[in-house]
Nanobody, 118 residues
Framework: VQLQASGGGLVQPGGSLRLSCAAS????????AGWYRQAPGSQREFVAE???????RYRESVEGRFTISRNHGLNMVYLKMDDLRPEDTAVYYC?????????????WGQGTQVTVSQ
């Protein structure tokens, strides 16, 4: 099973990006999927989460600007980021919890760089 994150890039303040995370291989079911980020010199921090029951949770600083969503059939997770700010600059990682290859696992993607700058 692999997670492949994409969609990062350089954007000006106020701009938008949409990150994608594709889970491929022996994915049987996903119970929760989320996005985390890590800025240089900082610890990895939670950004957003969506559960199989349809509940959402966001970091306070991104509430109202970021939207997490899923495509169940394609095992895809998205993070739409609007009104981006320089402090959103970080490497963004997707995380998926669920049953994969016959066991319950928590899997991380490789990260995609988001840079918000003039």
């Amino acid at each position: 099973v692999q997670l492949q994150a994409s969609g990062g890039g350089l954007v000006q303040p106020g701009g938008s990006l949409r990150l994608s995370c594709a889970a491929s291989g022996g994915v049987e079911s996903i119970t929760a999927a989320g996005w985390y980020r890590q800025a240089p010199g900082s610890q990895r921090e939670f950004v957003a989460e969506i559960t199989s029951g349809g509940s959402y949770r966001y970091r306070e600083s991104v509430e109202g600007r970021f939207t997490i969503s899923r495509n169940h059939g394609l095992n895809m997770v998205y993070l739409k980021m609007d009104d981006l700010r320089p402090e959103d600059t970080a490497v963004y990682y997707c995380n998926v919890d669920g049953f994969m290859d016959g066991e319950y696992r928590s899997l991380w993607g490789q990260g995609t760089q988001v840079t918000v700058s003039q």
